[in-house]
């Protein structure tokens, strides 16, 4: 039986794109990716999280990597679609690009909404053809299910590769993208307004909203 695992990597962030990717595998190659260690990305270090990306894609039938930048997070160009809403169109984007058999076809998807069947029922509305499928979308997928697991380090290392690319590209360091990050805080409160236009800020986040509201209160203090 094939098993194609779905996760993504970057939901959170303040910089830089959610990635999204699909690993199609034969069920027998799962007792291999397991004792090379494939787990869910954040249970692995970096530098084998690169090297174990490789292996997945050696023993992969196919994989699909999609990588949803910050204009579209943000709704500007996804019609107003939330994030739980853009990642299953995304998800199913990825189930029509590696469902290319007859072949019964088991897809493993860790779920992001609270409500599983409304999102699994809303995902399936853009999936091509259904009837080679069985769904099983479930929390914790990605640690639970190891094919799962090999799509969460495709996605992890692919975003780790796009916030390298960013860094080099614009010059400064902004560490994680992640809000919590005091580098990140810091590259936003001094740079975030300059590199707004590089299409790099998430400007429907929390903090840079709050960002916006405390430089609009100094400017009115300064009256």
């Not at 160009?77 to 590696?98: C, R, S, W």
């Not at 069947?117 to 999936?127: F, I, M």
């Not at 091509?128 to 380090?153: G, M, Q, R, Y």
């Not at 960002?211 to 203090?221: F, P």
């Amino acid at each position: 039986m094939l098993v194609l695992g779905i996760d993504d990597a970057g939901r959170g962030p303040i910089i830089g794109p959610m990635v999204m990717a699909g690993v199609l595998i034969d069920s027998k190659e799962e007792p291999k990716l397991k004792s090379l260690g494939v787990k869910d990305s954040k249970q692995v270090i970096q530098n084998k999280r690169v090297l174990l990306a490789e292996e997945i894609r050696k023993i992969a039938i196919s994989y699909h990597v999609v990588t949803i930048h910050p204009n579209e997070i943000d709704g500007r160009e996804a019609g107003g679609l939330n994030l739980n809403k853009l990642e299953a169109v995304k998800a199913a984007l990825i189930i029509n690009q590696l469902n290319k058999t007859n072949e019964k076809i088991k897809v493993v998807i860790d779920c992001p909404s609270t409500n599983i069947k409304k999102w699994e029922s809303y995902l399936k509305g853009y999936v091509e053809k259904t009837e080679n499928l069985d769904f099983f979308v479930e929390h914790k997928a990605d640690v639970n299910h190891v094919s799962c697991s090999a799509a969460s380090i495709l996605a992890k290392v692919t975003r780790e590769e796009e916030v390298e690319k960013i860094k080099k590209r614009i010059g400064k360091d902004f560490g994680s993208g992640y809000p919590s990050d005091p580098v990140t805080k810091k590259f936003i409160e001094e740079h975030g307004k300059k590199h707004k236009k590089d299409g790099i800020i998430r400007e429907t986040w929390a903090t840079w909203q709050n960002q916006k509201a405390k430089k609009s209160q100094l400017k009115l203090n300064e009256f």
